[in-house]
């Protein structure tokens, strides 16, 4: 996600294909840790670990100004609980 950032600029749908990628893999990494694992994380720290991922997208999406990016925030964050 860090190259996405450095690339926002000069390759912007690249960038935002690298960041939705980001961003999936992290949801997807605090859902199966969290179904797979029971002692390795409780529901409300699960919870407010994917809330942070949210809103980290969300900042994502303001720096690089792609409603794309905040589509998919605003969906994954309102999906995450129905995995």
Request: proline share 0%; charged share 15%; no cysteine.
């Amino acid at each position: 996600m860090f190259i996405a950032h450095r690339l926002r600029l000069k390759l912007r749908a690249f960038s935002s294909v690298l960041v939705a990628g980001g961003i999936s893999v992290l949801y997807f990494t605090i859902a199966i840790a969290y179904r797979s694992y029971d002692d390795m994380f409780t529901q409300t720290q699960a919870f407010a670990i994917m809330v942070v991922i949210t809103a980290l997208a969300v900042v994502f999406s303001i720096a690089h100004d792609r409603r794309e990016l905040a589509v998919f925030a605003s969906t994954a964050g309102s999906l995450h609980r129905s995995w």
